[in-house]
C-alpha cells in the first residue's frame, strides 16, 4: 500500500485520493449524468464518404417524423463563425499559414468521413436517430487526398477548393542554422539515416465525448455543460469566435471528465452546435457521442512522416540533426494543431544530448482525414521517438553500445541551450541512466536472454531517454511564436471565516487527482490540514479566467499560481494577526497553523485570524480590507523539463511474429513531488498508452479516406494482458528553478518515453535472432514482426 | 412500449420502456442510476458490467426486457451498509487503482464477479480475466494490485514500489 502517513498531508505524502470515493460508488457527475428538464437529443447525420460535394438535401419528410423537434444543415450556420484555430505558425518564408473556414456543419462540401452533414433534434434520441434515415440528399464523391505525400502532388484533390494546394505551411527551424547542419552532415565520419512513420493515433478517453446546452430566455444567458479539459478556453472560443456570445453570458461547466490526454482540449463543433441550437429549439440540447462518432470526430494523434539524419564524428560524438517531416493536419485545423509539429516538436529536437547543429523542416499537409491535434505528449513523442531510434540504429551501424553512446554525448552542464531555441534550466541525465540501469537490472539481461531462447523465444533490450518541455510559456513569448492564447494560470484562495478554504483553480482535473494533491500544497504552506482544503474547477461562474490542463501544465503553472494566492493570503492574515497580538507584523510566525510573535509565547491561531477577517470588531481597518480572498495569475518566465530514461525488454515468438514485453522500466525526474503514489500512476498510464501506440493501436484510412479503425473491434486498444506490472521511479530529482514549487510536470512522460524503448527492443531481439533488421514501424504487429523476419 | 418489472439494487422497479430499450438505458435514464457507464458502442469496453442475478452482464448487450424478474446489482450498492467503501473498493482506493474513475464501476463490478468465482487469482487470471474491461488512465498496473489486495494476497515483488 502506498505510505500514506495520517500525521502529515502536506507535500510529499501519498495521500489517497478524495475524489475515489465518489468515482468508486457510482456518484461521480460525468456530463453524461447530467440531465437538464425538458431537454431534447441531436443526432448528427455524418458523412460517409472521404470528399464530396454535396449536391442537394431535402429534410421535408423527416421534418415530419415523431419526436422531431427542429432538422439543421449547414445553411443554418451561414451567418456563424467558423470553429477556430489557436495557433497561427509562420512558415520558413515569412508567410502565415493556410487556415480554411471549419464549418460547423458542413456546407457546400464534405471533407472527411464523419463530417457531420446535419442535425436533428428530437424529443427522445431513438427518434432523432430514426428521423436521420428519412433524410434524402445527394452527395457527388470526389477523389480523396489521404497519403500525405500524394496529397503534396500537383494535380492531387484540393480538400480545400479556395487553397491553392493542400500545404497548410512550410516551417524551418531554425532557418539559420541550415547551412552548418548541411555542412556538418556533408563533413560527418558517419551518417545515420532513418525514415519513419508516426502512426496515427485516437486518444480515446474511455468517456465519449457529451454537450449539453441550455439557453435562460429571461436573461439571455447560455449554460455548457461538456467534457474538457479547459472550460474557459472553450468560452472564449466558442463564444468570441463562433457564436458572438460574451463571457458574461456564456456559462461552460466541465463536471467529472473520464480522461482527456488531448483530445478534450479542443473546441468542437458539436459543442457550438448544442449552444446555438439550444436557442433556436427554446430546449436544452444533448449530445452524447457514440464511441463510433468519437473514432471519425475526435481529433486524432500523431501521424507524423519523417527522415531524420544523425551526423557523427569519428569518436562518436553527434555533430549535426537534419530532419523533415510531414505532418497530417486532417482536414480542418483543430485548436491547436498547427503548433503541435513545430513548436511542440522541433524544439525538442535536441533531446538530452548535446548536438551543436539541428535543422528541422516540417511540411503540413491537409487531407480528408479526421482533424489530427494534440494527443498526451503532443510532438513530444514524435521528437524523442525519432532521436532515439536514429540513435540506437546508429549504435548498431557503429558496432557500439547504444548506452554508452547516449551517455557520452549526454548535456552535463545546465542551464544549456540546445540550437532549437529552448533553455533547458535542470537536469541530471547521467542520474536518471544510472537509475535505469538499477531497477531495470540491465546486468541481470544476458541471462535472462538465456532463458528466452531456452524456450525457442527472442529476447530484446531498447533503451531510450527522452526530454519534454512541459508549463509552455510564457505568454508573450508564445505569443510571438503564433499562440491566440494567454498560456498562464489563475487561482484564487478563499478563506471562510472557520478557516476552511475553497481554492478556485483554472486547471481541470479529469484522473490527474488535482482534488487531492492542490490541498497538499496549500495545507503545507499554511500548516493545517488538507481535508479543510477543496479545490474547485471546471466552472468558469466560480473561477477567475483560466487556461486549463494540457501539456503536463497543472501543478507547475495552477499550482504556481496557487502558491502565488496563498502567499498573499499568508500575508494579510499575518497583519490581522499582528494586529489581533498588538505585535509588529515583521515578527509574526505561521507554524502548524498557529500565528506566533517570535520570541514570545504569544499566539493566536489560524481560525481565530480567519474569523477576525469576517467578523472585524478588533481589526485593523484603516490598514487593511475584511475579508481573507486573494487570486493570484501565474504566468511561468520557461518551460520545465522533465527527462529520463526508459527500458524496455520484449519475448518475441519467431513461430508467430508475436511480441510481448516482459519487463518496463522508467527513471525519471519530474524535479520535486507532491504525491510520489499519483506521480508513480501518471507514468504507469503513460506507459500503457505508448506500448499500445508501438505495439497495438494503429487509426487506419484506406485510399479513399475510408476509416478502417471506427471501433474497438479495429482498433487495438491495450488490455491487462498486454502489459506487464511497471518498474517506476523518480528519486532523481532536480528542481525546475523558476516556479516556486520547483516542479516539472510528470503527466505526458510515460507516453512521450515509451514507445522507442520497445520499438529498439523489437530490433535487438530481431538481430539477435540472425535477422538483419534495421527499422520497423509501429505498431510492430504479429503480421509485420513476422514479415520482416521472412526477409 | 411494454412493461418490465425486475430487482435493482433490493429494490422492486418496474416502468414501461420501449422494447429497444438496453439494460444500461433503463439503468442511466429511467432509474437514474447514473453510476453505470457507457464507453462503447460493440461490447469491448466493459464500462456497463452490472451484475443479473449474481453474474457479470455488460448491460449495453441486453435488453431491459431481457433482465425481466431478474436481480440486478449496480456499483451504487456495492458500499458497505454503513455506507463505507467494501473490500474491493477499498483496495481500488489504496492503491489507486483507478484514476479519471470513468471506467471504475465496471472495473469493481468485474473484480468482484472474478473474486466470487477465484478467490485468489494469480496475477496472469487477473489481466485474462480482465479482457472485457479496457482502462485509459491506470496502465493496469495498480488495478491488478487492488484486485490481488483485495483477495488477501501479497504482491510480486515488480509490483512494489
Known amino acids: 500500500m502506498p505510505k500514506d502517513t495520517a500525521s502529515h498531508t502536506g507535500i510529499g505524502a501519498s495521500t489517497k485520493r478524495r475524489e475515489d470515493v465518489r468515482f468508486l460508488t457510482g456518484n461521480g457527475n460525468y456530463t453524461d449524468d447530467i440531465s437538464v428538464f425538458g431537454q431534447a437529443y441531436v443526432h448528427f447525420l455524418r458523412s460517409d464518404v472521404a470528399h464530396g460535394r454535396i449536391t442537394s438535401i431535402d429534410t421535408s419528410a423527416a421534418e415530419g417524423m415523431p419526436g422531431v423537434v427542429k432538422i439543421f444543415t449547414g445553411k443554418d450556420f451561414e451567418a456563424v463563425g467558423s470553429i477556430p484555430c489557436g495557433w497561427q505558425v509562420t512558415d520558413r518564408h515569412g508567410a502565415v499559414m493556410k487556415e480554411p473556414r471549419h464549418p460547423v456543419l458542413a456546407y457546400g462540401k464534405v471533407r472527411h468521413v464523419g463530417d457531420p452533414i446535419a442535425a436533428i433534434v428530437a424529443d427522445s434520441l431513438a427518434e432523432a436517430r430514426d428521423a436521420a434515415e428519412a433524410i434524402v440528399y445527394d452527395i457527388e464523391e470526389l477523389p480523396a487526398a489521404v497519403n500525405m505525400k500524394d496529397a503534396l502532388k500537383d494535380g492531387a484533390p484540393l480538400v480545400h477548393d479556395d487553397l491553392s494546394d493542400n500545404l497548410c505551411y512550410d516551417w524551418g527551424f531554425v532557418e539559420e542554422n541550415k547551412g552548418a547542419v548541411n555542412e556538418a552532415i556533408k563533413t560527418a565520419a558517419h551518417v545515420t539515416t532513418l525514415e519513419l512513420v508516426n502512426n496515427r493515433l485516437v486518444a480515446n478517453p474511455m468517456e465519449p465525448r457529451v454537450a449539453v446546452a441550455e439557453w435562460n430566455k429571461s436573461n439571455d444567458e447560455y449554460t455548457l455543460y461538456t467534457t474538457s479539459q479547459n472550460p474557459h478556453v472553450i468560452r472564449l472560443l466558442m463564444g468570441a469566435f463562433v457564436l458572438g456570445i460574451p ?86 485545423l483543430s485548436t491547436f494543431a498547427p503548433s503541435v509539429p513545430t513548436w511542440l516538436h522541433g524544439t525538442l529536437m535536441a533531446g538530452n544530448y548535446k548536438t551543436p547543429n539541428i535543422y528541422v523542416n516540417v511540411k503540413a499537409v491537409f487531407t480528408n482525414t479526421v482533424p489530427v491535434d494534440a494527443y498526451r505528449g503532443a510532438g513530444r513523442p514524435e521528437a524523442t521517438y525519432q532521436l532515439e531510434r536514429v540513435i540506437d540504429m546508429a549504435a548498431r551501424e557503429l558496432g557500439v553500445d547504444p548506452i554508452a553512446l547516449r551517455r557520452q554525448n549526454f548535456i552535463t552542464e545546465f542551464p544549456y541551450a540546445t540550437p532549437v531555441a529552448v533553455e533547458y534550466d535542470t537536469g541530471d541525465y547521467p542520474a536518471t541512466m544510472d537509475k535505469l540501469e538499477e531497477i531495470a537490472d540491465l546486468a541481470g539481461f544476458a541471462a535472462r536472454r538465456k532463458e528466452s531462447e531456452a524456450k525457442g523465444k527472442l529476447r530484446g533490450l531498447g533503451v531510450n531517454c527522452y526530454i519534454e518541455a512541459c508549463g509552455i510559456a510564457p505568454s508573450n513569448l508564445v ?83 496557487m502558491v502565488r494566492a496563498t502567499e498573499k493570503i499568508i500575508n494579510k492574515a499575518k497583519k490581522i494577526a499582528a494586529h489581533l497580538m498588538e505585535a509588529s507584523e515583521g515578527d509574526i510566525e505561521l507554524k502548524d497553523g498557529q500565528f506566533t510573535v517570535a520570541g514570545t509565547d504569544k499566539s493566536v491561531a489560524w481560525g481565530d485570524v480567519t474569523l477576525a477577517a469576517y467578523v472585524p470588531h478588533n481589526y485593523p481597518l484603516d490598514d487593511i480590507e475584511p475579508g481573507l480572498e486573494e487570486t493570484a495569475f501565474y504566468d511561468p518566465s520557461n518551460f520545465t523539463y522533465p527527462s529520463g530514461a526508459y527500458a524496455c525488454e520484449v519475448e518475441l515468438d519467431p513461430e508467430t511474429g508475436k511480441v510481448t514485453i516482459e519487463r518496463f522500466s522508467a527513471a525519471d525526474d519530474f524535479g520535486n513531488i507532491i504525491n510520489p503514489m499519483i506521480v508513480s500512476g501518471q507514468v504507469h498510464g503513460g506507459i500503457a498508452q505508448g506500448i499500445g501506440q508501438a505495439l497495438l493501436e494503429n487509426c487506419a484510412y484506406d485510399e479513399n479516406g475510408q476509416l478502417l479503425s471506427a471501433s474497438y473491434m479495429d482498433y487495438a486498444m ?65 503480421s509485420r514482426v513476422w514479415a520482416a523476419m521472412q526477409g | 412500449m411494454a412493461k418490465v418489472a425486475m430487482t435493482v439494487n433490493g429494490k422492486s422497479v418496474s416502468r414501461e420502456v420501449e422494447g429497444r430499450t438496453l439494460l444500461v438505458q433503463f439503468l442511466r435514464e429511467d432509474l437514474r442510476l447514473t453510476g453505470t457507464h457507457v464507453g462503447c458502442d460493440t ?22 426486457a431481457e433482465a425481466e424478474g431478474a436481480e440486478v446489482t449496480t456499483i451504487e450498492a456495492m458500499a458497505n451498509e454503513d455506507g463505507s467503501l467494501n473490500t474491493v473498493q477499498q483496495a481500488f482506493q489504496d492503491y489507486h487503482g483507478l484514476q479519471c474513475g470513468f471506467c471504475t464501476p465496471g472495473m469493481v463490478m468485474s473484480a468482484t464477479a472474478l473474486l466470487k468465482e477465484n478467490p485468489k487469482p494469480s496475477e496472469q487470471e487477473i489481466r485474462d480475466y480482465l479482457e472485457g474491461n479496457i482502462c485509459r488512465c491506470t496502465g493496469y498496473h495498480n488495478i491488478i494490485k487492488a484486485i490481488m489486495a483485495a483477495s488477501g494476497q501479497e504482491m510480486p515483488a515488480m509490483a512494489a514500489e
Open chain 1, 718 to 782: 491495450p488490455r491487462a494482458a498486454d502489459v506487464p506490472f511497471y518498474a517506476v521511479d523518480h528519486s532523481c530529482q532536480t528542481p525546475c528553478t523558476h516556479n516556486p514549487l520547483g516542479v516539472k510536470g510528470c503527466g505526458e512522460a510515460g507516453a512521450i518515453g515509451s514507445p522507442p524503448a520497445v520499438i529498439n527492443a523489437v530490433i535487438d531481439a530481431l538481430n539477435s535472432g540472425g535477422h538483419k533488421v534495421a527499422h520497423m514501424d509501429m505498431p510492430a504487429s504479429p
Open chain 1, 479 to 561: 505569443g510571438q511564436l503564433g499562440a491566440r492564447a494567454g498560456l498562464y494560470e489563475s487561482a484564487t484562495v478563499r478563506v471562510n471565516a472557520t478557516g476552511s478554504i475553497s481554492v478556485m483553480t483554472g486547471s481541470h482535473s479529469h484522473g490527474q487527482g488535482h482534488e487531492t494533491a492542490f490541498p497538499q500544497v496549500v495545507a503545507e504552506m499554511l500548516g493545517i490540514d488538507a481535508s479543510m482544503i477543496d479545490i474547485v474547477h471546471g466552472d468558469t461562474a466560480r473561477g477567475p479566467m483560466g487556461m486549463g490542463t494540457y501539456g503536463s501544465r497543472s501543478l507547475a503553472v495552477g499550482g504556481s499560481a
Open chain 2, 43 to 64: 461490447s469491448q469496453c466493459g464500462a456497463c458490467i452490472v451484475h443479473v442475478n449474481g453474474e457479470a452482464v455488460k448491460s449495453c448487450t441486453m435488453f431491459a
Open chain 1, 247 to 332: 463571457e458574461h453570458k456564456l456559462r461552460v461547466v466541465a463536471p467529472d471528465v473520464g480522461g482527456g490526454f488531448g483530445t478534450k482540449i479542443f473546441h468542437y463543433a458539436e459543442e457550438a452546435f448544442c449552444t446555438f441550437a439550444a436557442k433556436a429549439c427554446k430546449r436544452p440540447v444533448k449530445w452524447t457521442s457514440t464511441r463510433s462518432e468519437a473514432f471519425m470526430s475526435d481529433a486524432h494523434g500523431r501521424d507524423h512522416v519523417t527522415k531524420i539524419e544523425l551526423a557523427l564524428d569519428k569518436d562518436n560524438n553527434f555533430t549535426a540533426i537534419r530532419t523533415e517531416t510531414l505532418a497530417n493536419m486532417g482536414a480542418y
